[in-house]
């Protein structure tokens, strides 16, 4: 092998060993969400700052740590407030949030609507439908931005990944009636 | 029609590595093994079940595979996004105590899921997903 060409297996190969770096960290925020992780700490168990962590993780996810990390929270929080037995503010601690205001800001850009007014449209609808034989009308008008009528029939870990909401993809504001 | 599903295929990016997983951490039985370095084709499979194999095979070794896509997928392994697998059994927390000591990487602890299953999720050497959901 020449020596240009063994330069460029080696930098391939350090290239491919920050990747799995990377995955570590974010298969981390996957695992342990709920725990008071902040992007310091997390930079640090790989060795890296935290500035250089998040650019980083943005280039090959195209989100954030951070921004990933309250994704995360906020998808686990819309299950929980589904189940109707935890308030808002025990769900918000629930998913490792430490601030009511940043969640309750945050779960409303993603879910286009306060965590409140989500708890008790999931309310309403759970009275309104024997479990599992909500049409998909009736759902359309509780999901909110995530919908379940289209989802059916999948595995459930593959319906989990097209319902969760997505960074760069918030919930559009509620339409302008037309004049 | 009489069409079982026989074998599906993951990539590996470290063949030795990927064989120690599935056979000593997932407890399949090997049942081939051919190629050399690099290029090994590797079937593994559940004991008591010869039909249904997983054949752990080197990425992009189809010679129609052009340079930059095979950069893609090498990065999209070491990512995490590229291949994955939905395994069953009927103890989840049993399997996943087993599965999780030694050094294997997880992804998420056996988790009661809102869409009426649990399951939990873990890496394997080439950064696979690897999920597993509980039969009941």
């Not at chain 1, 700490?41 to 890296?48: H, I, K």
């Not at chain 1, 309750?104 to 007014?117: D, K, Q």
Request: with cysteine; aromatic share 6%.
């Amino acid at each position: 092998m020449c020596q240009s060409e063994w330069r460029r297996a080696r930098v391939e190969a350090q290239r491919l060993a920050d990747l799995a770096r990377l995955r570590r960290v974010r298969d981390r925020i996957d695992r342990e969400y709920a725990l008071p992780l902040n992007v310091e700490a997390l930079a640090r168990d790989v060795n890296m700052s935290a500035g250089h962590l998040s650019r980083q993780f943005r280039a090959a996810y195209g989100e954030s740590p951070y921004s990933y990390l309250m994704t995360r929270r906020i998808e686990r929080a819309t299950a929980l407030l589904r189940r109707g037995d935890l308030s808002v503010t025990e769900v918000c601690f629930a998913v490792g949030c430490a601030s009511l205001g940043t969640f309750t800001t945050r779960f409303t850009e993603l879910v286009g609507m306060p965590p409140g007014a989500f708890r008790r449209q999931a309310a309403a609808t759970a009275a309104a439908e024997p479990a599992g034989a909500a049409g998909p009308a009736s759902q359309r008008e509780a999901g909110a931005a995530i919908t379940v009528d289209t989802v059916e029939g999948m595995p459930a870990c593959v319906a989990k990944q097209v319902t969760r909401p997505v960074r760069n993809r918030e919930a559009p504001a509620a339409g302008q009636p037309l004049a | 029609m009489d069409i079982t599903i026989h074998t599906t295929s993951l990539p590996h990016d470290d063949p030795d590595a990927s064989l120690a997983f599935y056979r000593d951490v997932l407890g399949f039985e090997v049942r081939s093994d051919v190629g050399q370095g690099r290029m090994r084709w590797i079937t593994v499979g559940p004991a008591g079940q010869p039909d249904t194999s997983i054949l752990l095979a080197p990425p992009a070794a189809d010679p129609g595979i052009t340079e930059d896509e095979r950069r893609t997928i090498t990065e999209m392994m070491a990512k995490g996004t590229y291949g994955w697998i939905l395994l069953a059994t009927p103890d989840l927390d049993a399997t996943f105590e087993k599965v999780q000591a030694g050094d294997t990487e997880v992804v998420q602890e056996p988790t009661e899921q809102p869409y009426g299953i649990r399951d939990c999720a873990l890496r394997d050497p080439a950064g696979n997903l690897i999920r597993i959901q509980e039969l009941r």
